[in-house]
């Protein structure tokens, strides 16, 4: 079943304010119950409770949540979450950022030295979603990356930008 399915049925199931804390709580590495996961993390999370390792999977489909279902109370954690050493995780909390719309120009301008290709290229986009026409010099230095699909993204950035701000050069 799709994630968006999966996570509707979960606010069916406890409440969308209750969906929402327990993402943010995964996030923090805590432990939700096996339904809860099994709503977020789908066929994945069965492995996971038949033994697989957890690594940061938990943490993912609780900022993966946050795409469905939405509260302010979710944007520190869904900032804190561009440190996680898992880069899947760093990946996710830009896409959140860009999907919300959240200030956080300054904290995705700092993952241009990020060691993850996936990560610099979702920051660049994430940049062009939530940043000003101030930014583009930033976005910019993500252009001279040597991986040919962060420097893509960069380009997608800045015509995003510029198409929030068509005065914006």
């Known amino acids: 079943m799709p994630v968006a399915q999966r996570i509707a049925q979960a606010v069916e ?14 996030m923090d590495g805590k432990y ?11 066929e994945h999370a069965q492995g ?30 869904v900032l804190d979450a561009l440190r996680n050493p898992a880069w899947r995780v760093r990946e996710m909390g830009c896409r959140v950022i860009a999907l919300r719309g959240l200030p956080a120009a300054e904290e995705l ?32 230095t993500f252009t001279k990356d040597p991986v040919l699909e962060v420097r893509r993204s960069a380009q997608q950035g800045i015509e995003t930008l510029r198409s929030r701000f068509p005065s914006t050069r």
């Open 13 to 26: 199931h406890y409440g969308e304010a209750e969906v929402i804390a327990r993402s943010i709580s995964l």
């Open 32 to 42: 939700e119950g096996e339904d809860f996961l099994l709503y977020v993390g789908g």
């Open 48 to 77: 996971i409770l038949n033994g697989a390792p957890v690594l940061y999977w938990p943490e993912l489909w609780g900022l993966r949540a946050l795409q469905h279902v939405w509260s302010d109370a979710a944007i520190s954690p």
């Open 109 to 140: 301008l700092a993952l241009i030295g990020d060691g993850t290709p996936r990560v610099r290229a979702a920051a660049a986009r994430a940049l062009g979603a939530v940043g000003s026409p101030e930014d583009i010099e930033g976005i910019r």
